[in-house]
């Protein structure tokens, strides 16, 4: 079965310092996404991007967050200024154009931040 | 908006033993309802979903649910568990979308952490 495909899968970074976890969703999916969880956490929705925008996004996904189609096959979460509390395991998921495909997740990236 | 309570954190079970993990939900919409396995260092994997028709659902791995609509559940089952089936299992929702395409927001549940023994 395709994948989808997550780098890093560990990043470690200072406080206030910029990072962009990278995706690769599967190629003919449509829909892209990003959940956290929280050490001890639910896994939460962040933000969902359908033709080149972001369709729908959560109270958590703030101005320091965005996301980036860049080209036709990677799909980032970029954090401009990041705090402790975003340390969390980020995970990136697609599903494809058709109704009833399966939500695919990749397998996570671990941030913390120090 | 949804809401998903998994009632159980933590189920340990001995091998070859039924199992059934509790997963409860509230929502004002219709949803579409899954359950995701989670093993150690690994990535969340799709076990069955809930879109629509019959309400029994089979899955990988062994694993079936049920949507109860009426009792607002989906729990998990499976007849005889083996030891890799130790894992972390996630209930989620997702509200119902208009369109041709597969647009999901899910809401997850805490989690239940099934741990099968010898």
């Known amino acids: 079965e395709p994948e989808v495909t997550q780098t890093p899968s560990h990043q470690v970074t200072q406080m206030g310092q910029e990072v962009i976890l990278r995706c690769v969703p599967i190629?003919?999916?449509?829909?892209f996404y990003w959940y956290r969880q929280i050490l001890g956490q639910k896994v939460e929705f962040l933000v969902s991007f359908y033709n080149n925008e972001i369709s729908e996004k959560s109270e958590i996904f703030d101005d320091q967050f965005s996301v980036e189609r860049p080209d036709g096959s990677n799909f980032t979460l970029k954090i401009r200024s990041t705090k402790l509390e975003d340390s969390a395991m980020y995970f990136c998921a697609s599903s494809g154009g058709v109704l009833n495909e399966k939500l695919l997740f990749g397998s996570g990236t671990q941030l913390s931040v120090l | 908006a949804q809401s998903v309570t998994q009632l159980d954190s933590q189920v340990p079970v001995f091998e070859e033993a039924p199992v059934e993990l509790r997963c409860n939900y509230s929502?004002?919409?219709?949803?579409?309802l899954f359950w995701y396995v989670q093993y150690p260092n690994q990535g969340l994997q799709l076990l069955l979903k809930?879109?629509?028709?019959?309400?029994l659902v089979k899955g990988i791995n062994g694993f079936e649910a049920e949507f109860n609509k009426s009792q607002t559940s989906f729990h998990l089952r499976k007849p005889s568990v083996h030891i890799s089936d130790t894992a972390e299992y996630f209930c989620a929702v997702s509200p119902r979308r208009g369109g041709g395409g597969s647009n999901y927001k899910l809401t997850f549940g805490k989690g239940t952490l099934l741990t099968v023994n010898p």
């Open positions: 929502s004002s919409v219709s949803v579409y």
């Open positions: 190629s003919n999916h449509l829909y």
């Open positions: 809930y879109l629509s028709g019959s309400t």
